[in-house]
């Protein structure tokens, strides 16, 4: 099983929609959460980070439900430049301060 | 904010040469770099943690001899990528702690990657 999984998609949404993506680790021992944005051939960049009281930033909210191991991320209103892959991210768990990446969940906003 | 600059972007070399990549955190000491490789729809797999003034931790898997990891200062560690073949190409990136600035992110800073691509 792999440490962290997603969805791989690609979700196709039109412009406006509302999209999730899920993300599920198999570590109970993990200690901190991200969402990464990842554009075709670029480095990852951070997106934000995910706690247990749920966070929000402008259309992104995250969520974490420790019990489950889930992550979540909802975009609302999406944008043609919301466009690109979503990498769920989780640190420690025995690995100590190393990030261990989800395979991404690819998104395409259209016209 | 914290910025790590990664050199080259892309390198095309032959088989059987070796390519060195660097990666130097710009305004804030790095003792802790970690290398990452990335293959077409795959995600970032660690490679290997790279200590300053010591030797690099490497993940199961990774050929500590093909891939050599320096930090020899708190601020550069480079990646030579030994007797490259075409299976080795991949999309490269590093990653820097600054411990100080980053804090919502618990330090961690990406370089822009490097392609490479053996032929």
């Known amino acids: ?111 | 904010g914290a910025v790590v600059s990664q050199h080259p972007s892309w390198v095309i070399c032959k088989s059987g040469t070796s390519v060195k990549i660097e990666c130097r955190s710009l305004d804030f000491q790095a003792t802790t770099m970690f290398w990452y490789r990335q293959f077409p729809k795959q995600s970032l797999m660690l490679m290997a943690t790279s200590n300053e003034g010591s030797k690099a931790t490497y993940e199961q898997g990774v050929e500590k001899d093909k891939f050599l990891i320096n930090h020899a200062s708190l601020t550069l560690s480079t990646l030579t990528v030994t007797s490259a073949h075409p299976e080795d190409s991949s999309f490269y990136i590093c990653s820097a702690r600054d411990l100080v600035t980053s804090k919502s992110n618990y330090g961690y800073t990406f370089g822009s990657g490097t392609r490479l691509t053996v032929v």
Do not use: H
Not at chain 1, 58 to 67: E, M, P, V, W
């Open chain 1, 1 to 111: 099983r792999k440490e962290v999984e997603q969805d791989p998609g690609p979700f196709n949404v039109p412009e406006g929609a509302t999209v999730a993506f899920n993300c599920t680790y198999s570590n109970s021992a993990s200690q901190s959460f991200f969402w990464y944005r990842q554009d075709c051939r670029k480095e990852p960049k951070l997106l934000m980070s995910v706690y247990s009281s749920g966070n929000e930033d402008g259309r992104f909210t995250a969520q974490l439900n420790r019990a489950s191991q889930y992550i979540s991320l909802l975009i609302r209103d999406s944008k043609l430049s919301d466009s690109a892959t979503y990498l769920c991210v989780v640190r420690g768990g025995g690995g100590g301060n190393k990030l261990t990446f989800g395979t991404g969940t690819q998104l395409k906003v259209e016209l």
